[in-house]
C-alpha cells in the first residue's frame, strides 16, 4: 500500500515537471539570424531594418553582406522588414532561429512622379537626389506656415524655428549652406515662380519636392548653390466634381518654466547678505548702501502704496499688510529686524490664452476638354505672447483647358491677405530681462488700506518693467497681400516634342503702422506720442520658354531641355513718422505736431 502510495506520489511530481517545463518552453526567446536579398538581382540588401513588431526599440540592421542577428526574440513575435525603395515585409518567427527574406521593390514608389527642374520625372527614371515631402504631414496639423511640415522629414534639410512668432518662416539650411558660417536657404519655387512659404495655405499644396545635389539644381543657375524647395498647389482632375471642407481647432498650452526661481524671502535674505560681506570685505560700513536701505529690491526704502518694490521694515504703519495675499515677514540677516515684502511672479505675466482655427474650402474637377480647382482657406491663430498673432485669408485658382488635342492652356492665381501682430517689446525683454525680475516687485500698485487697486505699477522702466503695464501702449498694425499670376501654354508636336511657354507675375505689398501711446520709464511720463508708417513693395516678372525631348530606345530612356527665361524683380520702401500727438486715442500721423 504504502509503494503504491510513493509510486502516486512521484508520478503527480513527474507531471508537475513536465507541466512546468512545456510553460517554459513556451515563453522561451530565441536568437534569429539571416539574410535579406533583393528579389531582381538576388543580391544582398546592406543597411536594411529589421524589428520586432510592436517594439521598435527591439531592431537591427544588415551588415555588408546583407546578414542580421537579433536577440532575446519571443519565439511567436513577427519580425518587420523594411528598406528604403523597397516594399516592407512582415515575417512570423514561428521558432524558427534562421530567417532568410527576400524584399521586392515598392512598384508604387518607383512608378511616383516627381516635379524637377521645370519638369516632371517618374522616379524609377531619376538620376538625381530629389526628395518628396508625404503630404499626410500637412494635413496631420494646423500650419500658420507650411514650411515646418519639413521639419525633420527630409533628408539633410535642417529646418529651425528661430521664434515662436505666428505666422513666421523657419530658416532652412540644406547640406550644411554654403557660408562659411552655415548659412544660405534654399529657392522656393511655387508653381514655378520665386517666393517664400509666408502666408502659404497648407490645405492647397499638392506636393513638395526638394532638389539637393548639383545635378538637380544647375538648371537653375546660381540662386539654386543651396539647394531648391519646389512646391506645386493642388489641381483639378477629370471626372465628378468634388466639395471638401475642413475645419481645425487647437489650443496652446502656457509652457511650464524650466527655470527654479528664488522667492522673495530667499531673495531679500541672500541680496541683503551679499551686501553685509561686500562691505566687511572692503572694510567699509558705508558701501552698498542703498542695496540695503534705498529703493531697491531687497532694500527697505520702500513704501506701502506705489513704489516699485515692497521690501521695508516691518512697524506699526504697515503691519496691517500682512492680513493681504502675498505679504510675508521674515528677520533681516543684517540688523535682526523684522523686514515685510510681497511675494510676486512676474516670469509668466506676458502669456496670454492661445489657439488656432484653421478653415478651408475647396471645390474641384473637370471634364474630357477643361479642369479647375478652387480653395478658400481662413486662419487666426492667437500666439502665447501677449499681442502675438497671425491671420490670414486665401484663395488659390487652378484651371486648365484643352483648346486641341496638342495645345493646352492653364493658368494659376494664387492671393493671401495676411496680418501678423507682434509682441509690444523684443523677445530678449520678454523671455530673459523679465525672466530676471525681483520677486519683491510690485505688480498692481496698493489702495491705502492694503488692498489692490487697478492701477498697474509700470517698474523700473521699459525692456525691464511689468509686462502688464506696457503691453498695450505701443499697439502695432500689418497688413500683407500676396499676388501670384501665371498663364502658361503647352504645345506637343512630332509626339515627342513639348512647347512650354508661360509668363508670371509676383508681387507682395506690406504695410505697418504703430503708435507709442503716453508711458512711464524710469519714473518720467514720455508723452512723445510717435506715430509711425511704413509700406514696402516687390515685384517679380518672369517670362519662361521651354522645348522638351523624350523618348525610349528599348530599355532607355531619353530626354533632353532646351530653354530661356527673363526675369526681372523691383523693390520700393517708405516710411515716415510724426510725434507729439495730443492723445492716447487718435493713433494717425495727421495728429502729430511735429515730423
Known amino acids: 500500500m504504502m509503494k503504491k502510495n510513493v509510486q502516486q506520489k512521484l508520478k503527480g511530481i513527474m507531471l508537475t515537471f513536465v507541466w512546468l517545463m512545456s510553460l517554459s518552453l513556451v515563453a522561451q526567446n530565441i536568437t534569429v539570424t539571416g539574410t535579406i536579398t533583393d528579389a531582381t538581382f538576388n543580391e544582398p540588401v546592406i543597411g536594411a ?9 527591439q531592431g537591427t540592421v544588415t551588415d555588408i553582406d546583407g546578414n542580421f542577428t537579433l536577440a532575446d526574440v519571443p519565439s511567436d513575435a513577427a519580425l518587420v522588414v523594411s528598406y528604403v525603395g523597397y516594399a516592407s515585409k512582415t515575417i512570423a518567427v514561428n521558432g524558427q532561429t534562421t530567417i532568410n527574406i527576400v524584399l521586392s521593390e ?5 512608378d511616383e512622379v516627381v516635379v524637377i527642374g521645370y519638369s516632371t520625372q517618374v522616379r524609377s527614371q531619376m538620376t538625381t537626389s530629389v526628395s518628396k515631402l508625404d503630404t499626410k504631414v ?3 496639423v494646423s500650419r500658420s506656415n507650411a514650411a515646418t511640415a519639413l521639419q525633420g522629414t527630409i533628408p539633410g534639410l535642417r529646418v529651425t524655428q528661430t521664434t515662436g ?4 518662416t523657419p530658416s532652412m539650411q540644406l ?4 557660408g562659411f558660417d552655415g548659412s544660405g536657404s534654399p529657392l522656393i519655387l511655387i508653381d514655378g515662380v520665386p517666393g517664400s512659404f509666408y502666408a502659404l495655405n497648407s490645405d492647397d499644396i499638392e506636393s513638395m519636392e526638394v532638389l539637393k545635389d548639383a545635378a538637380s539644381t544647375a538648371i537653375y543657375g546660381a540662386r539654386a548653390a543651396n539647394g531648391v524647395v519646389i512646391v506645386t498647389t493642388k489641381k483639378g482632375k477629370r471626372g465628378k466634381t468634388n466639395i471638401n471642407f475642413r475645419a481645425k481647432y487647437t489650443t496652446n498650452k502656457e509652457p511650464s518654466d524650466p527655470m527654479d526661481y528664488l522667492g522673495a524671502a530667499d531673495y531679500v535674505k541672500f541680496n541683503r547678505m ?5 562691505r566687511m570685505v572692503e572694510n567699509n560700513p558705508r558701501s552698498w548702501t542703498a542695496f540695503l536701505e534705498g529703493n531697491n529690491a531687497a532694500a527697505t526704502g520702500n513704501n506701502t502704496t506705489n513704489s516699485i518694490y515692497t521690501t521695508m521694515f516691518l512697524d506699526d504703519t504697515n503691519r496691517y499688510l500682512l492680513g493681504y495675499d502675498g505679504w510675508q515677514s521674515m528677520v533681516d540677516p543684517v540688523t535682526g529686524k523684522d523686514l515685510i515684502f510681497m511675494d510676486n511672479k512676474l516670469n509668466d505675466l506676458f502669456y496670454q490664452s492661445s489657439n488656432t482655427q484653421d478653415y478651408s474650402l475647396s471645390f474641384d474637377g473637370g471634364n474630357d476638354k477643361s479642369t479647375f480647382y478652387l480653395g478658400l482657406g481662413y486662419m487666426d491663430d492667437k500666439g502665447l505672447v501677449f499681442g502675438s498673432g497671425f491671420k490670414r485669408i486665401s484663395g488659390t485658382i487652378n484651371a486648365s483647358y484643352d483648346i486641341t488635342d496638342n495645345f493646352k492652356i492653364s493658368s494659376n492665381v494664387i492671393y493671401a491677405h495676411s496680418n501678423q501682430n507682434l509682441p509690444f517689446d523684443n523677445l530678449y525683454n520678454l523671455f530673459q530681462r523679465t525672466a530676471g525680475l525681483a520677486p519683491t516687485s510690485r505688480i498692481y500698485n496698493n489702495n491705502p488700506d492694503g488692498s489692490l487697486s487697478d492701477e498697474y ?3 523700473t522702466y521699459l525692456g525691464f518693467g511689468n509686462p502688464l503695464y506696457y503691453r498695450d501702449k505701443f499697439p502695432k498694425s500689418n497688413l500683407e497681400q500676396r499676388l501670384t499670376a501665371s498663364i502658361q501654354g503647352d504645345y506637343t508636336f512630332l509626339e515627342k516634342f513639348k512647347l512650354t511657354l508661360r509668363g508670371s507675375h509676383f508681387t507682395i505689398n506690406n504695410s505697418n503702422e504703430a503708435f507709442d501711446k503716453a508711458y512711464i520709464s524710469s519714473g518720467v511720463l514720455n508723452t512723445n506720442r510717435v506715430s509711425s508708417v511704413s509700406h514696402a513693395r516687390t515685384e517679380r516678372n518672369q517670362v519662361t520658354a521651354l522645348l522638351n525631348y523624350n523618348t525610349r530606345l528599348d530599355k532607355h530612356n531619353i530626354s533632353a531641355l532646351l530653354g530661356t527665361e527673363y526675369f526681372s524683380e523691383k523693390a520700393f520702401s517708405t516710411s515716415a513718422a510724426t510725434r507729439y500727438s495730443p492723445t492716447d486715442l487718435i493713433y494717425t500721423m495727421n495728429v502729430g505736431s511735429e515730423a
Open 49 to 57: 531594418t529589421v524589428i520586432v513588431e510592436g517594439n521598435a526599440s
Open 106 to 110: 515598392d512598384v508604387e514608389l518607383l
Open 138 to 140: 500637412l494635413e496631420s
Open 165 to 168: 512668432q505666428p505666422g513666421s
Open 175 to 178: 547640406r550644411g549652406g554654403t
Open 274 to 278: 551679499a551686501v553685509a560681506n561686500s
Open 457 to 459: 505699477q509700470p517698474g
